[in-house]
């Protein structure tokens, strides 16, 4: 079995980073670190796949970086994923389901970072499937519609190979930006959009603008009173 591994912060961790699982969209190519995070610490390879999963990982740690105001650095950063097995490819544009079975083990492995690293303050789980069932399995929860709405359609299920795909659409601007504390523990939690779709720009900057800018406020106000 193909399984991916933790990325754990080069220095005290201040922030946990959860992405979704370990193979590309469009590629049998597994992470040998979660979203390549290991790359971004070495020199840029000139192999254009390569450069790629570097562009990934880049993407990955400037993303937190905008949203903190630089405040929380690259070395501070852990990184996981919800599911740590690399999973069978969805339908063409469509995205892999992770069972409840696979959810489950992937939030022991969360808890089990938090325990072990105390200092972690911030999380950032990645993408609606992700947050979907984080709060289906009560690691946090949110004040709106956000978990009735993303449901998986029985559609998807039934597919072979399964697919995962929201009873609405539109369910992530809900909680994007937001922040939670978890059900079990202080740590405070701000869904982010996929590394992949940042920088924002086009319909992702038009739709997550107002969500982006709500967490970086977050942000100011934290390390202004700090």
């Not at 409840?100 to 499937?129: C, H, T, W, Y």
């Not at 004040?143 to 039934?158: A, I």
């Not at 740590?187 to 800018?213: C, T, W």
Request: with cysteine.
């Amino acid at each position: 079995m193909d399984i991916t591994k933790d990325w754990k912060a080069r220095t005290e961790a201040k922030a946990l980073l959860i992405g979704h699982d370990p193979r590309l969209q469009k590629s049998d190519d597994i992470a040998g670190y979660s979203l390549f995070a290991d790359y971004y610490f070495s020199p840029k390879p000139l192999d254009p796949k390569e450069r790629r999963k570097y562009g990934l990982a880049e993407a990955a740690f400037k993303h937190i970086a905008y949203v903190t105001y630089d405040k929380i650095k690259p070395n501070e950063v852990y990184i996981t994923n919800l599911c740590n097995e690399a999973l069978d490819h969805a339908p063409e544009n469509k995205t892999v389901y992770i069972t409840i079975e696979k959810a489950k083990k992937g939030i022991d492995n969360i808890r089990r970072i938090l325990a072990e690293n105390s200092s972690i303050e911030f999380i950032f789980p990645m993408s609606v499937q992700v947050n979907y069932w984080l709060q289906k399995l009560d690691f946090y929860r949110s004040d709106n519609d956000f978990l009735e709405n993303s449901e998986p359609k029985q559609k998807g299920l039934d597919s072979n190979p399964p697919y995962y795909q929201p009873l609405k659409s539109g369910t992530f601007k809900r909680i994007c930006g937001n922040h939670y504390k978890i059900t079990e523990g202080q740590q405070m939690v701000i869904p982010i959009l996929h590394p992949k779709n940042f920088p924002l720009r086009g319909k992702f900057l038009s739709a997550y603008k107002d969500s982006y800018e709500r967490a970086r406020h977050y942000f100011v106000d934290i390390f202004s009173e700090s």
